[in-house]
């Protein structure tokens, strides 16, 4: 999946590596995940980065210099973003 955020694109990729990353570099513990907003920016910035490493593309983006690039009016659409790639949508309609 790709989001553009500050003019930039990404392709995010929901892996075990990202979610992993998060847990190891960012103590977000995906079992608890709800409305921390900063979170959210985090968890995409290491879908982001996985997303890079998996297309074999350079990321050259630190945490807080990522955070950066999100404005408050990205967070609804990557929290949307976010529970689609994890599967939210499909949980629900169950």
């Known amino acids: 999946m790709k989001i553009q955020l500050s003019g930039k694109e990404f392709h995010l990729r929901c892996d075990m590596r990202a979610l992993a990353n998060a847990k190891r570099e ?3 513990d995906i079992s608890n995940f ?3 907003i900063v979170e959210v920016g985090t968890l995409v910035f290491y879908m982001a980065q ?6 074999e593309a350079a990321f050259k ?3 807080d210099d990522f955070l950066g690039l999100i404005q408050l009016s ?3 659409s990557l929290s949307d973003v976010i529970g689609e790639m994890m599967g939210a949508d499909t949980e629900k309609k169950r």
């Open 34 to 36: 709800g409305e921390d």
């Open 26 to 28: 960012s103590k977000i």
């Open 61 to 63: 983006y630190k945490l």
């Open 74 to 76: 990205d967070l609804q």
């Open 50 to 55: 996985s997303g890079a490493k998996h297309a």
